[in-house]
C-alpha cells in the first residue's frame, strides 16, 4: 500500500466517507492543561469534518501511580474492590477536563464514565474482561451532534462494582467502543508516531512500520510492544475496525493496521520486542510436569494473569515467566494448590528481563534461534531460558543487559535503519 493508497484507505471506507471516528488520548497526550486544550483542537478537526466523535482517555500522567503510592502508605495488601474503585478516580478527572476544553471553544460535548457509557465486564478485579457495550446512551448524544468522552479503562460487573481494565485498558475501551459503535476508524494517539521495529526510545536504529495485519501487530504486542494492548487488537480485528497509531504531538504519518495489506511472502524478523521487569518462578520435582502445566495455566487463564511457561525435563520443574503486579497472587495460588499439584520447593528470581524476536512464520526455523543465541553470546549477554513459537524466539537475561541485547538482535536481523518497512499479512 503506497502513501496514496494510505490515505485513500484512511479517508474512505467501502466506498462511503467516514461517519465515526474513535480518538484515543493516552497519559502523556493529557498530562497537562495545556496537552488537553492540544488535544481538544484534534477532536474539533475531525468533528469538523463532519463526523461524530467519541473520544476515550486515559488519567492525567502519573495519576495512576500517584493513587498506587498513596495505597502503598496505607495497607500492603489492599482489597481489589476498592483498588478499582480509587483508580477508576484519575480518567474521571480527565473526561471533565477534556469535556470543559471542547465546550469553551464552542464544542457541545458531554463526558461519561465507563458504566455511564454502558462498559459491562466480567468480575475479575483489577484486570477485567469487557463483556458488552451498550451504546444506546452514546448514541443519542452523537444523534443531537455532541462530542462523547469516554473514561478509559474502567467499566462495571454484573454485581454493580466498578472495575478497572488493567495496564493499557484505555486501548481496549477505544478499540471496544469502536466496535460496538460499527465505528469506520479508531486513532491512537500516543507520545510515539507509529509502531517500529523496536521501541525508538530504545532502540535509536529502529525504523516506522506504515502498515501492519492485525496478526502481526497481536504478535508484537503479546510478546511486550507497549504501544497498544492485545486485547485492543483482537476487539478491532474481530469487526475490521481499521487502527491508526498516531503522534499527539507532531503532524507526520503513523501506523494504520488492518486486514487489507497485501501479502508478499513472510518476512523472517520484522520486530524486536522486550519486557524490562520479569519475574521467574521456577516449582522444582514436579509429579506430574504435564498435568500441572495444563492445570496451572488453566487457573492463571481464569484471572486473567498472562506468563510464559517452561518445561524443563532434565530437573522435572516447570519455570513460570510473570510481571511484577502479578507476583504475590501466583504465589498465593501455588500455596494453596501444593498438595494437589505436587512439587517439592518453589525458587523466585527478580531483575529479570525477556527478549524476543518476532517473525510471520517461524516454524521450523531453526536458524532464527540460533542466531539469538549466537548473537547474544558475541555480545556478552548470557540466555538464563531460551523458548520458541511459531510467531517468536524469546530469551530470557538479566535486566542490566536488556538495552544492549536489544540492539544487538536488532542489529542482528537487519532492522536498523532500513526504509519504511511493511509487515507479513
Same mark, same amino acid.
Given at each position: ?13 467501502? %466506498? ?65 474492590? @476498592? ?24 464544542? @457541545? ?35 443531537? &451532534? ?8 474502567? &467499566? ?13 485498558? /484505555? ?30 526510545? !530504545? ?20 510478546? &511486550?510492544? &507497549?504501544?497498544?494492548? =492485545? ?8 469487526? %475490521? ?7 499527539? !504531538?507532531?503532524?507526520? %504519518? ?13 518476512? =523472517? ?17 514436579? @509429579? ?82 540460533? %542466531? ?31 538495552? /544492549? ?7 542482528? !536481523? ?12
Amino acid at each position: 500500500m503506497d502513501r496514496s493508497d494510505h490515505l485513500s484507505f484512511l479517508n474512505r471506507k467501502e %466506498g462511503h466517507l467516514l461517519s465515526t471516528i474513535v480518538q484515543k488520548f493516552g497519559g502523556t497526550s493529557v498530562g497537562s492543561t495545556e496537552r488537553i486544550k492540544r488535544m481538544a483542537e484534534k477532536i474539533i478537526q475531525e468533528k469538523s469534518k463532519g463526523h461524530d466523535v467519541v473520544a476515550v482517555v486515559s488519567a492525567m500522567g502519573k495519576t495512576t501511580d500517584a493513587l498506587v503510592k498513596l495505597v502503598s502508605e496505607i495497607t500492603s495488601e489492599p482489597s481489589k474492590r @476498592e483498588m478499582d474503585m480509587l483508580l477508576s478516580t484519575g480518567e474521571q478527572v480527565t473526561i471533565s477536563l477534556l469535556t470543559m476544553a471542547l465546550q469553551q471553544q464552542g464544542v @457541545e460535548a458531554i463526558s461519561f464514565t465507563g458504566w455511564q457509557a454502558g462498559v459491562r465486564t466480567d468480575s475479575i478485579l483489577g484486570n477485567a474482561h469487557i463483556q458488552a457495550i451498550e451504546t444506546g446512551r452514546i448514541k443519542s448524544e452523537l444523534n443531537v &451532534g455532541r462530542v462523547v468522552v469516554v473514561a478509559g479503562f474502567q &467499566g462495571i460487573t454484573e454485581e454493580g462494582d466498578i472495575s478497572t481494565l488493567g495496564r493499557g485498558g /484505555s486501548d481496549i475501551t477505544a478499540a471496544a467502543l469502536a466496535s460496538a459503535l460499527k465505528a469506520d476508524r479508531c486513532d491512537i494517539y500516543t507520545d510515539v508516531d507509529g509502531v517500529y521495529t523496536s521501541d525508538p526510545r !530504545f532502540v535509536k536504529k529502529a525504523s516506522k512500520i506504515t502498515s501492519l495485519s492485525y496478526v502481526d501487530m497481536q504478535n508484537l504486542a503479546v510478546m &511486550g510492544a &507497549g504501544v497498544l494492548h =492485545p486485547r485492543a487488537i483482537k476487539h478491532a480485528k474481530k469487526f %475490521g475496525i481499521p487502527l491508526y497509531i498516531k503522534s499527539s !504531538f507532531e503532524n507526520v %504519518g503513523g501506523t494504520l493496521i488492518h486486514g487489507k495489506i497485501k501479502q508478499n511472502g513472510p518476512i =523472517p524478523v520484522f520486530g524486536v520486542t522486550f519486557e524490562k521487569d520479569i519475574h521467574r518462578v521456577e516449582m522444582f520435582e514436579c @509429579e506430574d510436569v504435564e498435568g500441572f502445566r495444563e492445570a496451572f495455566m488453566s487457573e492463571l487463564s481464569s484471572r486473567h494473569i498472562q506468563g510464559d511457561v517452561y518445561i524443563q525435563r532434565c530437573r522435572n520443574s516447570l519455570s513460570l515467566l510473570i510481571k511484577k503486579q502479578d507476583l504475590h497472587e501466583v504465589l498465593s495460588i501455588l500455596e494453596k494448590e501444593k498438595d494437589k499439584w505436587k512439587y517439592s520447593r518453589i525458587e523466585e528470581r527478580s531483575n529479570l528481563s525477556k527478549v524476543s524476536v518476532i517473525g510471520g512464520d517461524m516454524k521450523g526455523r531453526s536458524e532464527i534461534k540460533v %542466531g539469538v543465541c549466537r548473537m547474544l553470546l558475541e555480545s556478552g549477554v548470557r540466555v538464563k531460558l531460551i523458548g520458541e513459537s511459531s510467531i517468536s524466539v524469546t530469551a530470557v537475561i538479566e535486566k542490566s543487559h536488556v538495552q /544492549s541485547a536489544v540492539e544487538c538482535l536488532h542489529t542482528g !536481523f537487519g532492522l536498523d535503519y532500513k526504509d519504511t518497512l511493511k509487515a507479513s499479512v
